[in-house]
């Protein structure tokens, strides 16, 4: 039997050997871009990756040895509902023992994003992931004859809490209303721009005072 898979969030450490992960032959031949990353642009992109609040990258060990990685990319629909976009790489040596299976289930409790969509996808030659994510619960969608297939784990009941999906709601009617309200701003300093920043002092003279109070409910 193999060992149970610790998880761990990754480490700007991690990056140099993920990258030879992710340039080995099968990774590539895996991967929706096949062609090799250069170290500098990889360094790169996974400083920003670990600094990216939508994405997580988790290291699954076995046995205290780095043995995979698993992805997850929340991708935020304006005005619609999230999916979470999910990968996994094993260490090229800890292929082909069934690690994967047992790496992906410890690591599906771990995502971060809750109550979401979970999308993975996989090309339709890739007989290992489509197996193990179809034993985690995934299914495929229509097939539509290319060579990705996507497949999708919805969120359980208990998952999905309807406060996340009403704050999600929230968040996207916010995020246009900020918008509304940035229109008025521009035609009031377009039009009357001494009346506008007035009304601007006193609506951060107020907002100032809300601060103060909050601070008092942390002290
Ligand atoms: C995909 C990957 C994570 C699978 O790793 P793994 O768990 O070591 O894979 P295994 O070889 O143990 O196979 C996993 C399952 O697929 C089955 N499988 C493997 N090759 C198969 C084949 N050619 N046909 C049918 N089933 C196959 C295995 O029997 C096993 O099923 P089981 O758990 O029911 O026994 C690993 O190969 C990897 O990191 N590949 C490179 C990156 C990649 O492809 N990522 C996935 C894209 S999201």
């Known amino acids: 039997?193999?060992?149970?898979?610790?998880?761990?969030?990754?480490?700007?450490?991690?990056?140099?050997?993920?990258?030879?992960?992710?340039?080995?032959?099968?990774?590539?031949?895996?991967?929706?871009?096949?062609?090799?990353?250069?170290?500098?642009?990889?360094?790169?992109?996974?400083?920003?990756?670990?600094?990216?609040?939508?994405r997580q990258i988790l290291i699954a060990e076995l046995a205290g040895d780095p043995a995979g990685m698993v992805r997850f990319d929340l991708e935020k629909a304006r005005g619609g509902p999230c999916t979470v976009w999910v990968s996994i790489m094993l260490a090229p040596r800890a292929r082909g023992f069934g690690h994967g299976g047992p790496i992906l289930a410890a690591a599906m409790p771990a995502c971060r994003f809750r109550g979401k969509p979970l999308r993975a996808r996989i090309r339709r030659g890739n007989a290992a992931s489509l197996s193990l994510f179809r034993a985690a619960g995934f299914e495929a969608g229509p097939d539509d004859g290319t060579d990705i297939l996507t497949l999708t784990k919805e969120p359980t009941m208990t998952e999905t809490s309807k406060y996340d999906a009403i704050i999600d709601e929230i968040e996207a009617v916010r995020s246009r209303n900020n918008k509304n309200?940035?229109?008025?701003?521009?035609?009031?300093?377009?039009?009357?721009?001494?009346?506008?920043?007035?009304?601007?002092?006193?609506?951060?003279?107020?907002?100032?005072?809300?601060?103060?109070?909050a601070a008092k409910l942390t002290e």
Do not use: C
């Not at 149970?4 to 993920?18: K, M, S, Y």
């Not at 871009?33 to 600094?51: E, Q, T």
């Open 1 to 54: 039997m193999s060992p149970a898979p610790r998880l761990r969030a990754a480490t700007l450490g991690d990056g140099p050997v993920l990258l030879d992960w992710r340039n080995d032959p099968l990774t590539r031949a895996a991967s929706l871009d096949p062609r090799p990353i250069g170290r500098g642009a990889h360094l790169s992109w996974f400083a920003a990756a670990l600094a990216d609040p939508a």
């Open 181 to 213: 309200w940035m229109d008025i701003l521009r035609l009031a300093f377009r039009h009357s721009p001494q009346d506008a920043a007035a009304i601007l002092r006193e609506i951060y003279k107020e907002d100032k005072a809300i601060s103060d109070l």
